[in-house]
């Protein structure tokens, strides 16, 4: 069988190889961590930085294509695998993804519209900044996760003040709008540019942190479905993406769709789609990278997914001591699928694994899913 390689080993490069390796690939995985999620149950796990050449090399050398798993893998290393291996999404996308100013130009550049908002790279940009953007939200361009990087800032003092903690890094400021809800599309794209979508996903996030992801007839008014999809087929084009992409949006207080950020890879709000859909992100991921067919994705099960912090880990004791949180209890319930990344360590904030809950209806996804999460400790919803 052929090798696919994947540059980064967390949970999502763990999850793509579980899915070549059952359709009978080998793996090997670039990552500096000896006890990363994907490098502990690849065939190939090499050890070193995303931009040792050497490491680069030997990933080129081993694999038939080269996918990448997290979107701070450093563009440059992809452009150097691309050289030697078909490599997917390609090192333009990724780099356009990883820069907050560059990616909402590509919104505006696709007619999607985008939170309005200003960069600031210098401190005649801060004086610029006009007044409508405040009350805002200051976001480092680059590298921010998972709510990471990113100050409320009610004022221009305090907008000043936030940009000077930060060092003066290139920063966007965006205005701080209504949310009434926040969804995401993810899409594959294949080398021919034929795509294939799965149905929006409504998420809720607390602390900046995706928690809740329920994905069912109904959970977003139909014209928002439509319109959703097409912007994130719009975005995709416009990047000639190949491999799987999402896109996230918040839906405001009057019924507009605005694009939010998107991701060059599978995505957190995707995970329903192992057991709810009859082709997962990750298999689409497999395929695309793999140049198989594209089939549009059917969701045969109402679902819901909820996410899994170490915060768990450390709600049932005073202490500081981990403990395993009730999962026997939890699987007892019908229709709930656990996924742990076999972290070692469970850490507040840290994403251990998540939860699906599916059945026959949207009614009772939710009532299950209410219970697990009563038993884990977490807030309804
Ligand atoms: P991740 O990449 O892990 O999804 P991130 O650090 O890139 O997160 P964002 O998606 O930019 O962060 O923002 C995190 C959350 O903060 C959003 O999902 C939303 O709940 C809230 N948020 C971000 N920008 C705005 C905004 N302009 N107005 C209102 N809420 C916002
Ligand atoms: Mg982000
Ligand atoms: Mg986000």
């Not at 996308?93 to 590509?106: P, T």
């Not at 294939?196 to 602390?207: E, G, M």
């Not at 109904?218 to 990047?239: F, M």
């Not at 395993?324 to 656990?338: S, Y």
């Amino acid at each position: 069988g052929a090798t696919l390689g994947v540059m980064g080993g967390g949970q999502l490069g763990r999850m793509f190889v579980h899915a070549a390796q059952r359709m009978g690939y080998f793996t090997a995985v670039l990552d500096p961590d000896a006890a990363s999620p994907a490098g502990l149950v690849s065939h190939h796990h090499i050890q070193t930085g995303y931009l040792d050449p050497e490491g680069l090399a030997r990933l080129a050398e081993c694999s038939a294509a080269v996918t990448t798993e997290f979107e701070n893998v450093p563009a440059p290393a992809l452009a150097a695998l691309a050289l030697q291996r078909p490599v997917a999404p390609g090192a333009e996308a990724v780099a356009i993804a990883q820069d907050r100013a560059r990616e909402k130009a590509h919104f505006v550049r696709c007619g999607v519209p985008c939170a309005p908002y200003a960069v600031i790279e210098t401190p005649e940009q801060l004086a610029a900044v006009p007044d409508e953007l405040l009350p805002g939200i200051l976001k480092t361009a680059r590298l921010g996760y998972d709510g990471k990087g990113q100050q409320r800032v009610a004022t221009r003092a305090e907008l000043a003040a936030a940009w000077a903690g930060l060092k003066g890094v290139p920063c966007v400021l965006e205005k701080r709008l209504p949310l009434a809800a926040e969804c995401s599309v993810i899409v594959a794209r294949g080398w021919d540019g034929a795509m294939v979508h799965f149905p929006p996903q409504l998420n809720l996030h607390r602390d900046g942190i995706l928690a809740v992801t329920q994905v069912h007839e109904g959970n977003l008014p139909k014209v928002l479905v439509q319109r959703s999809i097409d912007a994130t087929k719009s975005i995709a084009n416009g990047l000639q993406y190949v491999g799987v992409l999402c896109v996230e949006f918040f839906v405001l207080e009057d019924g507009s769709l605005v694009v939010n950020e998107m991701a060059p890879r599978p995505h957190n709000s995707g995970h329903y789609t192992q057991d709810a859909c009859d082709v997962s992100q990750f298999e689409l991921q497999v395929r695309a990278l793999a140049g198989l067919p594209l089939t549009p994705p059917r969701q045969h099960s109402p679902a819901i997914m909820l996410n899994l912090l170490g915060d768990l880990w450390f709600a049932s004791t005073a202490q500081d001591a981990a403990t395993e949180p009730p999962w026997a209890r939890v699987l007892a319930l019908p229709g709930t699928h656990l996924h742990l990344y076999g972290k070692h360590e469970a850490r507040r904030g840290r994403k251990m694994g998540h939860l699906n809950i599916t059945g026959a209806s949207a009614a009772q996804v939710r009532a299950t899913a209410l219970e697990a999460a009563q038993l884990l400790g977490l807030e309804a919803f």
